[in-house]
């Protein structure tokens, strides 16, 4: 049975690194294993050539003029119409090659997967001590909180189900969303599963 994948990418300004994204999604091993893929841009009032540059490697672009990265992925997930939907940011900052085989977990019946940057390897200066230790905190202070065993609160890569993205009722407008998504996501599951 084919399944519909969405990629969803925020981006405001990103010129530099919207391309690489796109390109390194690999778009033919999903579709050669039966997904039907859609990569949408939300572009979020970017003054550079973010839009054409995502337009041109095949993205749907959608313009929130309002600026706040919450806002843009609400209107994204509002558009978003696969059975799986992942969402990364367009800095260049998380690799997409790893999508297919968060795919594969979420297939086998996650509802949730997350890509840390606090787990493996981080290239030297990516992340400054202090927002590796706060990442740290938030995450142990998450865990105690809602009872789970995320590594990385503020990542920026996250695989659904559909059924969770429509349960989320997100209220985040700039970059809290992550927090939000965190703490939504979990009171959901909690409320549907206990």
Known sequence: MCKKVSIVLPALDEEQTIGKVIDEILKEDMEGKGHRLEIIVVDNNSTDRTKGIAEEG??????EPVKGKGRAVRKAFESANGDFIFMLDADFTYP?????????LLEGGYDVVLGSRLKGQREQGAMSRLNLVG????AFLANILYGTKISDLCTGYWGFRREVIEGLELDAIGFELEANTSSKRDRQEN???K
Request: proline share 5%; glycine share 10%.
């Open 96 to 104: 997409a090659t790893y999508i297919p085989g968060m795919l594969e």
């Open 58 to 63: 095949g993205a749907k672009v959608i313009v």
């Open 191 to 193: 409320q549907v599963y």
């Open 135 to 138: 990442n740290h905190l938030l």
